[in-house]
């Protein structure tokens, strides 16, 4: 099969899981490219809101209302039709929806979290996966490349994946790693991360295929 791909592939993934480091893999296969934070970056540049509230407000439940509140006395220049009346956090979060679909209509890529998939699930190219792994797996992953102990991992682990669950669910009328969501669910922590990458492109390509039917 081709090492091309016609597809926007989508990673959700628990934290600890590589997914980042997977779709980093998977992009480099097809020659695409990944957005992971790259798309906040894309979403402060076509929205004019400031790049900081983007990275404060990243795959997190809403804020405080107060927060909102003192933010809103602030002038973005980002304007449609009631934009200016929503809280920030809603601002945000519509900033990225458009510069995700902005950002498939550029091409095929690889888009890691962000309700991408929420945000892409009306486009017959979009391929949807979730990577997950055990535990104990995500926590020797998370000690070792930011030297925390097992306890302090374990404890980012949580209440990272609490955060994007919120956020997803919040968002979304679907239930963040809920199989039937996805159009493949992958555990990293058995397979390894350069097999979970290789499934993928597996998959991709079928999927390419199919399309042609």
Avoid at 42 to 51: E, L, M, Q, V
Wanted: aromatic residues 12%; neutral net charge; charged residues 30%.
């Amino acid at each position: 099969m081709s090492n091309t791909t016609s597809s926007i592939i989508t990673i959700g993934r628990e934290y600890g899981s590589g997914g980042r480091q997977i779709g980093q893999e998977v992009a480099k296969y097809f020659g695409i490219k990944c957005y992971d934070k790259e798309l906040l970056e894309r979403a402060a540049n076509d929205s004019g809101i400031c790049k900081e509230l983007f990275e404060h407000h990243d795959e997190k439940p809403t804020n405080s209302f107060l927060y909102s509140l003192v933010m809103d006395t602030y002038s973005f220049g980002y304007s449609s039709a009631g934009f200016n009346d929503m809280p920030m956090n809603h601002k945000i979060f519509l900033a990225q929806f458009d510069a995700i679909k902005k950002l498939a209509e550029e091409g095929p890529c690889v888009m890691v979290g962000r309700c991408a998939d929420y945000a892409l699930s009306d486009w017959p190219d979009c391929f949807s996966i979730f990577i997950h792994a055990d535990m104990d797996a995500r926590i020797r992953r998370i000690a070792s490349k930011y030297g925390k102990s097992d306890k302090e991992a374990k404890d980012i682990i949580i209440k990272t994946d609490k955060s994007r669950a919120s956020y997803y669910n919040y968002y979304t009328n679907k239930k963040w790693g809920s199989a039937k969501d996805y159009n493949l669910c992958i555990d990293s922590g058995k397979l390894g991360l350069d097999n979970a990458a290789k499934i993928i492109i597996n998959a991709v390509q079928v999927f390419d295929e199919s399309k042609k039917k």
